[in-house]
Nanobody
Framework: QVHIVESGGGLVHPGGSLTLSCAAS????????MGWHRQAEGEQREMVAT???????QYADSVKGRFTISRDNSKNTIYLQMNSLKPEDTAVYYC???????????????WGQGTQVTVSS
């Protein structure tokens, strides 16, 4: 099983910045797409940003130009640089990783437990 751990969440004022980290570990043969998703209270989870093993990225329209996703393949780690934060960015941010198992090569999707980001005055 792949283990996902997120970190870097916290409280920040509107207009501020925050950087999230996500590290994947376990019996991984090949790491494929990784990404960040968020869920605000009372709302459904939404995709924020994804990055493939070839560093191709996708962003939600609401964060494009403000957030940047990056990847370190040697560490199976991704980051999310969040700038110009707004109150509507407040949510629990979850990391997702798609990877194949070292033993049988079966592809699986794993999720972390999330890290809280709160943007408030």
């Amino acid at each position: 099983q792949v283990h996902i751990v997120e970190s870097g969440g916290g409280l920040v004022h509107p207009g501020g910045s925050l950087t999230l980290s996500c590290a994947a570990s376990g019996p991984i043969r090949t790491m494929y797409t990784m990404g960040w998703h968020r869920q605000a209270e009372g709302e459904q989870r939404e995709m924020v940003a994804t990055i493939t093993s070839s560093f191709l990225t996708q962003y939600a329209d609401s964060v494009k130009g403000r957030f940047t996703i990056s990847r370190d393949n040697s560490k199976n780690t991704i980051y999310l640089q969040m700038n110009s934060l707004k109150p509507e960015d407040t949510a629990v941010y979850y990391c997702n990783a798609v990877a194949s198992h070292e033993v049988n090569g079966v592809v699986q999707s794993a999720w972390g437990q999330g890290t809280q980001v709160t943007v408030s005055s």
